[in-house]
């Protein structure tokens, strides 16, 4: 069964970088995800999606303080240069067959 | 650039059917590129996908509503929409439409969100 697992919290500093990350679940390392933000009191905005080779395709007018990359089972989300309106909810995406699953979030705070 | 918008009622009664509209502009529904879906996040909780049409009309369900849950696409009006029937208190939510990639599967456009909320 695919199964995404992310950390439910993270932080860094304003101006700083984070690294966020999403785990799928055992027998599945292959797959693409891909990475969304809510902000709260709005739609999700997409951000990219991450190939398992670490190649990424971002959505139009994502700054290139965002980023992806792989490691085996994990697909990460670099965010550089934090600024406060990157204060959001971070959700990973994947899809197997005709099915989506979701994971759980990771909400980041900027200090 | 394409937009989707959410439409239908805020409150739905307990045991009735909820039902939702997406209006799709700057995009045709017709497009053989993509397919269309609709998410949903309970209060304080994440997102669940709900399900996904393609244009040829194939449908594909979350197993854990797949009883209750039917989308459907009107390519006259540019609108897909989502009806869930036999609603409780555990379909509350925020619901969005959104547009999949077909090749590559991710969600590249969403809309803003409708809050359902199921009460007598």
């Known amino acids: 069964q695919l199964v995404l697992t992310q950390s439910p919290s993270a932080s860094a500093s304003l101006g700083a970088s984070v690294k966020l990350t999403c785990t799928l679940s055992?027998?599945?390392?292959?797959?693409?995800i891909a990475w969304h933000q809510k902000q709260p009191e709005k739609g999700p905005r997409y951000l990219m999606k991450?190939?398992?080779?670490?190649?990424?395709t971002k959505g139009d007018g994502i700054p290139d303080r965002f980023s992806g990359s792989s490691s085996g089972a994990e697909r990460y989300l670099t965010i550089s240069r934090l600024q406060s309106e990157d204060e959001a909810d971070y959700y990973c995406?994947?899809?197997?067959?005709?099915?989506?699953?979701f994971g759980g979030g990771t909400k980041l705070t900027v200090l | 650039q394409v937009q989707l918008q959410e439409s239908g009622p805020g409150l739905v009664k307990p045991s009735e059917t909820l039902s939702l509209t997406c209006t799709v502009s700057?995009?045709?529904?017709?497009?053989?590129?993509?397919?269309w879906g609709w998410i949903r996040q309970p209060p304080g909780k994440g997102l669940e996908w709900i399900g996904s049409?393609?244009?040829?009309?194939?449908?594909y369900y979350n197993e854990s509503l797949e009883s209750r849950v039917t989308i459907s696409l009107d390519t006259s009006k540019n609108q897909f929409s989502l009806r869930l029937t036999s609603v409780t208190a555990a379909d509350m939510s925020v619901y969005y439409c959104?547009?999949?990639?077909?090749?590559?599967?991710?969600?590249?456009?969403w809309g803003q969100g409708t809050l359902v909320t199921v009460s007598a």
């Open positions: 959104a547009r999949f990639v077909a090749v590559a599967g991710q969600a590249d456009s």
């Open positions: 700057g995009g045709s529904i017709s497009s053989t590129s993509y397919y």
């Open positions: 049409l393609y244009y040829s009309g194939s449908a």
């Open positions: 055992s027998g599945h390392s292959s797959y693409a």
């Open positions: 991450v190939n398992s080779d670490g190649s990424h």
């Open positions: 995406q994947a899809w197997g067959g005709a099915n989506h699953v």
